[in-house]
């Protein structure tokens, strides 16, 4: 290929033409090859599916490869766990971990886009070994990183219609779901992606300091309304629906209406203090399971205190403390989840990576649960352990 002819500033030329290094350059981008792009989008869309229906740009796919959009990509596995470009390819796996880079549904403050690049980033600072649970995920859990939804910033259908189809994907698979957030309007489009394969009802355990269940919030399905549309779908009763860690002067009466209409259960900080974390998980699995055949968690950040997750959306003080907060997501997963999410971090309004931190931390202690307790860890990762980052030497 013939190099392009470079700009001419001899006094004569740029007396000639005011837009002379515009012009050249207008000329130049013609001869720069795109097969490389081109090979790129081929290679999105076979190993990360066709992008759902409602995409108007069937270059799209439903998990992003490759450079676009710029706040996903591959920069590193969570827990640097094996990373599966092709998402055909994961049913060896019984974990699949993704990320929904989503914040349009945001209603105050953004960043939550970057919420599974944080999260993952904060995973280097830790092993995969827990001393007190005793669990070493990298020798008991195959688990893999399939990478993130591609998100349609400033199309929250779009975008939900994409997750829901990922969702449905890794459920098709029998592979156990965990999304890293995004904000929690994700909520809604995972239930609809994951309930489809549950032979019965679903049960939802929400960790919050917010309801989340007013129909709508500035006109559109904000993070502030999943619920209302989870609990619509036919086999996620709001009954089944119970919500933990609740309060503050962020709780729009809208939703609290929805909740009380619905008979949601709402269970406050303060209800923790005082009947404490085993009788808050008792109950809790016991209200979630009645009479369903899965129950999903999912785990907003901005209940622990807010002065321990500066990086949140809506951060609410008050919250609970994070060792209340993993002792009762270690609960829950002991009496059985069947997926979950970690939603709303968001790693541009985070401090020192606190928020990413905790965040990791909720996913890897319900993981480690899932693992003592025998519901996960039947596939051992033998296959797959040279595929793990730096393994130490005996
Ligand atoms: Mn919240």
Same mark, same amino acid.
């Given at each position: 290929?013939?190099?392009?002819?470079?700009?001419?500033?001899?006094?004569?030329?740029? *007396?000639?033409?005011?837009?002379?290094?515009? $012009?050249w350059a207008?000329?130049?981008? @013609?001869?720069?090859?795109?097969?490389r792009?081109q *090979?790129?989008?081929?290679?999105a869309?076979?190993?990360?599916l066709? !992008?759902?229906?409602?995409? /108007?740009?069937?270059?799209?796919p439903?998990?992003?490869?490759? @450079?676009?959009?710029?706040?996903?990509?591959?920069r590193?596995t969570?827990?640097?766990?094996p990373?599966?470009?092709?998402?055909?390819?994961?049913g060896?796996?019984?974990?699949?971990?993704?990320?929904a880079?989503l914040?349009a549904? /945001?209603?105050?403050r953004?960043?939550?886009?970057?919420?599974?690049?944080?999260?993952?980033r904060?995973?280097?600072l830790?092993?995969?070994?827990?001393?007190? =649970?005793?669990?070493?995920?990298r020798?008991?859990?195959?688990m893999?990183d399939?990478?993130?939804?591609?998100?349609?910033?400033?199309n929250?259908?779009?975008s939900?219609d994409?997750?829901?189809?990922?969702m449905?994907h890794?459920?098709s698979?029998?592979?156990?779901?965990v999304?890293?957030g995004?904000? $929690?309007?994700?909520?809604?489009?995972?239930?609809?992606? =994951?309930?489809?394969?549950?032979?019965?009802?679903?049960?939802?355990?929400?960790f919050d300091?917010?309801v989340?269940?007013?129909?709508?919030?500035?006109?559109?399905?904000? $993070?502030?309304?999943?619920?209302f $549309?989870?609990?619509?779908?036919k086999?996620?009763?709001p009954?089944? =629906?119970?919500q933990?860690?609740?309060?503050?002067?962020q709780?729009?009466?809208?939703?609290v209406?929805?909740?009380?209409?619905?008979?949601?259960?709402?269970?406050t900080v303060?209800d923790?203090?005082?009947? !404490?974390? @085993?009788?808050?998980?008792?109950?809790a699995?016991?209200l979630?399971?009645?009479?369903?055949k899965?129950?999903?968690?999912?785990?907003?950040i901005?209940?622990i205190?807010?002065?321990?997750?500066?990086?949140?959306?809506?951060?609410?003080?008050?919250?609970?403390?994070?060792?209340?907060a993993?002792?009762?997501?270690?609960?829950?997963?002991e009496g059985?989840?069947?997926g979950?999410?970690?939603v709303e971090?968001?790693?541009?309004y985070d401090?020192?990576e606190?928020?990413?931190?905790i965040?990791?931390?909720?996913?890897?202690?319900?993981?480690a649960? =899932?693992?003592?307790?025998?519901?996960l860890?039947k596939?051992?990762s033998?296959?797959?352990?040279?595929?793990? !980052?730096?393994?130490?030497?005996s």
């Amino acid at each position: 290929m013939s190099e392009p002819t470079g700009p001419d500033y001899s006094p004569e030329a740029l *007396e000639e033409r005011v837009d002379q290094q515009g $012009h050249w350059a207008q000329q130049a981008e @013609e001869k720069l090859s795109d097969r490389r792009w081109q *090979e790129e989008v081929e290679r999105a869309l076979a190993y990360g599916l066709p !992008g759902a229906d409602s995409l /108007t740009d069937k270059n799209i796919p439903t998990f992003a490869r490759g @450079e676009i959009p710029h706040f996903s990509g591959e920069r590193g596995t969570f827990l640097k766990c094996p990373y599966v470009e092709d998402v055909h390819q994961i049913g060896d796996a019984e974990v699949a971990i993704f990320g929904a880079p989503l914040d349009a549904g /945001t209603t105050y403050r953004p960043g939550t886009r970057f919420g599974p690049q944080g999260i993952r980033r904060a995973t280097n600072l830790f092993g995969t070994y827990n001393y007190e =649970l005793g669990v070493d995920l990298r020798e008991q859990l195959n688990m893999v990183d399939i990478g993130d939804i591609f998100a349609i910033p400033g199309n929250l259908e779009k975008s939900f219609d994409q997750i829901s189809k990922g969702m449905a994907h890794v459920m098709s698979q029998n592979v156990f779901p965990v999304v890293l957030g995004g904000d $929690h309007s994700i909520g809604y489009p995972t239930i609809r992606g =994951l309930a489809p394969y549950v032979d019965g009802n679903i049960g939802i355990i929400h960790f919050d300091r917010h309801v989340d269940t007013q129909e709508l919030d500035l006109d559109e399905r904000m $993070h502030t309304t999943p619920w209302f $549309h989870a609990t619509d779908i036919k086999n996620a009763p709001p009954t089944n =629906l119970v919500q933990i860690g609740i309060g503050g002067w962020q709780a729009p009466r809208a939703g609290v209406k929805v909740g009380r209409a619905r008979g949601t259960t709402v269970m406050t900080v303060g209800d923790v203090e005082r009947v !404490g974390v @085993e009788k808050i998980i008792e109950t809790a699995l016991e209200l979630a399971w009645q009479g369903a055949k899965a129950v999903y968690l999912s785990f907003d950040i901005d209940v622990i205190d807010s002065g321990f997750v500066p990086g949140t959306g809506w951060p609410e003080p008050g919250g609970l403390l994070p060792r209340e907060a993993l002792a009762l997501v270690r609960g829950i997963a002991e009496g059985g989840i069947s997926g979950m999410e970690i939603v709303e971090c968001s790693p541009p309004y985070d401090w020192a990576e606190q928020t990413s931190l905790i965040s990791a931390r909720v996913v890897m202690d319900t993981l480690a649960s =899932l693992v003592r307790t025998g519901q996960l860890g039947k596939k051992p990762s033998v296959a797959r352990k040279d595929a793990w !980052g730096p393994y130490p030497a005996s």
